[in-house]
Every structure is written in structure tokens, then in C-alpha cells.
């Protein structure tokens, strides 16, 4: 089972914005992935295997792992990054999504 | 370029069975594993199973397993995601979406390529 939080994240553009993934057992080799939603719109993979980035992803997302927590940076947000923000194990069937993130504009 | 085009919007009545397309193109369709996720209005997104092309292995959430069936069509390159008896809760934007890697690596993989999903509405 995998938490986010916080619920909700308040930021400013431009400022970092640090979102939170826990796992409540140990995530299988690193196997956990990040994804990034906005409304009316599929789904968009960020973040795979922790901490590499998917293809033509920008390098102020990145990503870390500490045992079962993980963290989703951005460094300095863009207007386009006001999303729904989801991590997802994939170590384990079955594979799971967390609840998700919502950054919003502050 | 690779994607996956899914069907149309869908509305249907309680009780009654329906299966939803996703055509894959830019790519060897049995390369890849192909997974389905349901996102309900409002929510979060909820992983339903994954499905191999090559030999339609299928790996079924036990939230879903035995509520749908997913199946493939190599001749089309087209993946399918099936109701027998559809009820009010099915109610969800559908996604098809498929593995980043090749399905001879591993089937432990995140989507990279996403469907732009098919909203299924079931009302009386």
C-alpha cells in the first residue's frame, strides 16, 4: 500500500515543490514510478525505477528513495506543473497507484 | 510514432456487457505488456491488470479479477477490455496504457505510453 502526501501542496511558480510517496513494505528493487495528471488529460509517466527520468521529462523533476519513502522534486515550478502528481509500485502484483498529490497554485 | 488509440464514449444500461477497444500502432504490438487503469469520476487512478500480447498472459488485479476480461487481437494490434454484466460503479474513464520495456525483460514495468482513454457511463 503506498501514502502521499501532503493531500494538497500550495506553491508559488517558481518556488520547489517536495512530494511525498510511502510504501508500507519494502518496494521490490526500486520499482516505483511517478506520474503526472492534469485535468481531462491521460496520465504522463515522470519517474520511473526511483530516480531516472522518463523520456523528454524536464530535469527540475527528479526523484529519491530512502528505504519505504520516496520524494518527488521539482525544483522551480512552471505554470504547467499544476497537476495531480500519483506514485505507483511495480515490484509486486499487484502493481498499485497512491492516492496522489494536488499541486496547486498558491 | 508510437501510440494507442482507444474507442469512443459509451453509455450503457445496467446488466448489459460491453468491450472497449485500444489500437496500437509505431511499434511490434507483442512486444510490450498492455495494462488497463479505471479512473472513477473524481478520483484516484486504480491499476486493473496487465495483459502480453504474444501469448495473452494476463495478470488480473484481485479487485478486477473475475469482473472483467481483458483479451488482444494480433491481426489488428488492438487490446480489449471486456464487461459481461455492467453495473452503476463501472461508471470510469477507462485508460489502456503500455510498458515502457520490452516484455522479454521483464513484465515488472511502468506505463510510458498512455491511451487517451474511453469514459464508460452506466445508468438506468
Known amino acids: 500500500v503506498l501514502t502521499q502526501s501532503p493531500a494538497t501542496l500550495s506553491v508559488s511558480p517558481g518556488e520547489r515543490a517536495t512530494l511525498s510517496c510511502r510504501a508500507s513494505?519494502?518496494?521490490?528493487?526500486?520499482?516505483l514510478a511517478w506520474y503526472q495528471q492534469k485535468p481531462g488529460q491521460a496520465p504522463r509517466l515522470l519517474i520511473y525505477?526511483?530516480?531516472s527520468r522518463a523520456t523528454g521529462i524536464p530535469d527540475r523533476f527528479s526523484g529519491s528513495e530512502s528505504g519505504t519513502d520516496f520524494t518527488l522534486t521539482i525544483s522551480r515550478l512552471e505554470p504547467e506543473d499544476f497537476a495531480v502528481y500519483y506514485c505507483q509500485h511495480y515490484g509486486r502484483l499487484p502493481f498499485s497507484f497512491g492516492p496522489g498529490t494536488t499541486v496547486e497554485i498558491k | 510514432e508510437v501510440q494507442l488509440v482507444q474507442s469512443g464514449a459509451e453509455v450503457k444500461k445496467p446488466g448489459e456487457s460491453l468491450k472497449i477497444s485500444c489500437k496500437a500502432s509505431g511499434y511490434t504490438f507483442t512486444n510490450n505488456w498492455i495494462g488497463w487503469v479505471r479512473q472513477m469520476p473524481g478520483k484516484g487512478l486504480e491499476w486493473m491488470g496487465i495483459?502480453?500480447?504474444?501469448?495473452?498472459?494476463?495478470r488480473y488485479s484481485p479487485s478486477f479479477e473475475g469482473q472483467v476480461t481483458f483479451s488482444v487481437d494480433k491481426s489488428t494490434n488492438t487490446a480489449y477490455l471486456q464487461w459481461s454484466s455492467l453495473k452503476a460503479s463501472d461508471t470510469a474513464i477507462y485508460y489502456c496504457?503500455?510498458?515502457?520495456?520490452?516484455?522479454?525483460?521483464?513484465?515488472?514495468?511502468?506505463?510510458?505510453?498512455w491511451g487517451q482513454g474511453t469514459m464508460v457511463t452506466v445508468s438506468s
Open positions: 513494505q519494502s518496494v521490490t528493487s526500486s520499482y
Open positions: 525505477g526511483a530516480s
Open positions: 495483459i502480453y500480447p504474444g501469448d495473452s498472459d494476463t
Open positions: 496504457a503500455r510498458h515502457r520495456i520490452s516484455a522479454t525483460v521483464t513484465s515488472h514495468d511502468v506505463f510510458a505510453i
